[in-house]
């Protein structure tokens, strides 16, 4: 494992596009340049160059510039229309103010707004734009540390940002079909450290910074992550397990984490399930079910500390219901698998994660049958944007000659489910749990040690 002798820094892709529009607010001045630099900008690429205006300047630069503020924490600066949300069903586009350096990068004919700062300043945003500023205290140290950890394993990683198997019919034990397995992990971005969005870990700036208690949580957690046997542990998270965390190698690569195991999301079993998921009928039992969790709460006190605005759009997430018509189903697998399938006949579970998330799933159509997965994989092929979950029952009616005319998908949590549940967190904090003991049950065998 990696000591550092002081905080990092780090870059950050806030936005890519043809155009950036963005105000400086302070005294900013760039190497290469005598003036000082202050309010609205426009960046383009033209003739191959960058062309930066304001009212009263214009600098042409080859490749790269840095604007860096006089003041580094009084002063900052806006980038309009960043999106947010990006493939989600909350996607929309804001403004955003950030602290530190600014650095306009031009490739492939577009320009790239990143923010060059300390890790600690870009964690106390993280923890404010995936939870709430007016979060408890120990929900926030908690996410601090998975946030920070999570940030580091990644940094001294190399990942793919998508790996793709696909099988032929006659590699399987069904001949009729072919097999297509994705997996998504974190990309290794290039051009700088980690994007600004879901993709990575939401950074919306200093905008959602609204309170003392997001900055206490970090300086209390300063240099701290979650390690096992030494090593910064890859800390995963997501917004409600659905009542059982999955393990990794369901969701990600197929490598086992121990401290990435599958947890249940309360004091002790629930009465009247039975949690062997390998069972249809216990799956649906338990996503069809209301079990006692951590994360199983409509109580706006907790849900106001965990979501933002646009996250509390989805009413529920614990336990939900999507309906599609035949004709609606077989369009949209069509669009997103790329494949046309005919009429779709069923939709059945190939292999279950502890969780109940679906790791593969057969679509059987009237002109092909083919396999798909892993989660989230699954999760695109049956939404215009994404399913909550993959931890889903598919419910046929209206069967006429064979073929069903209306489809109900009841699914169970909200995301991948593995690591830190944010709502089930939230929920322990309210009820006086510490923030090692909320990391201690969603990452059972990891321990907390001070890297800086």
């Known amino acids: 494992m990696k000591k550092f002798k002081q905080e990092p820094w780090i870059t950050v892709g806030i936005l890519t596009a043809d155009k950036i529009d963005f105000e400086l607010y302070g005294d900013f001045h760039s190497f ?71 650095k306009l990068l031009k490739y492939e004919q577009k320009i790239i707004a990143i923010n060059f700062l300390p890790l600690e300043n870009y964690l106390v945003s993280v923890i404010s734009s995936e939870m709430s500023a007016k979060s408890s205290l120990q929900l926030l140290k908690a996410h601090a540390i998975v946030s920070r950890s999570w940030l580091l394993r990644q940094l001294e990683n190399k990942s793919l940002d998508k790996i793709e198997i696909e099988s032929a019919p006659d590699q399987l034990e069904n001949k009729s079909e072919g097999e297509k397995i994705v997996w998504y992990d974190k990309q290794e971005h290039e051009l700088y450290d980690v994007c600004s969005d879901d993709h990575c870990q939401r950074f919306h700036g200093v905008t959602k910074i609204t309170t003392e208690i997001a900055r206490q949580a970090i300086e209390q957690t300063i240099g701290q992550v979650l390690t096992d046997n030494g090593n910064i542990c890859d800390a995963r998270y997501s917004k409600s397990c659905g009542g059982i965390s999955e393990e990794f190698e369901n969701v990600w690569q197929p490598v086992h984490h121990n401290y990435l195991k599958s947890v249940l999301d309360y004091k002790f079993e629930p009465d009247n399930y039975n949690l062997d998921f390998t069972n249809e009928v216990n799956s649906s039992k338990w996503i069809k079910g209301n079990p006692p969790a951590f994360c199983n709460t409509l109580d706006n006190r907790i849900l106001s500390q965990v979501m933002q605005d646009y996250d509390r759009e989805t009413k529920n997430f614990y336990r939900w219901k999507v309906e599609y018509t035949q004709q609606e189903l077989s369009d949209l697998i069509k669009q997103k698998a790329g494949i046309d399938f005919g009429s779709i006949i069923d939709l059945q579970p190939v292999e279950r994660g502890k969780s109940a998330r679906l790791v593969k799933l057969r679509i059987v159509g009237s002109k092909k049958n083919f396999v798909i997965g892993k989660e989230l994989e699954i999760r695109k092929v049956l939404s215009k944007t994404h399913l909550l979950s993959s931890a889903i029952i598919i419910d046929r009616e209206d069967i006429r000659n064979g073929i069903p005319f209306r489809f109900k998908i009841y699914g169970a949590g909200w995301g991948h489910g593995v690591g830190l549940c944010q709502i089930g967190a939230a929920v322990m904090a309210y009820r006086g749990f510490m923030f090692d003991e909320i990391l201690t049950h969603y990452f059972s065998n990891a321990r907390i040690t001070k890297i800086y």
Not at 44 to 61: F, L, P, T, V
């Open 32 to 102: 290469g340049f005598r003036q000082i630099f202050s309010g609205p900008f426009s960046a383009e690429i033209i003739n191959d160059r960058i062309i930066c205006r304001s009212k009263s300047d214009k600098m042409e630069i080859s490749d790269e510039i840095i604007f860096e503020p006089t003041d580094p924490i009084a002063e900052s600066f806006l980038i309009k229309d960043v999106p947010i949300g990006k493939e989600f069903h909350w996607e929309r586009k804001e403004k955003q103010r950030f602290i530190y350096q600014l």
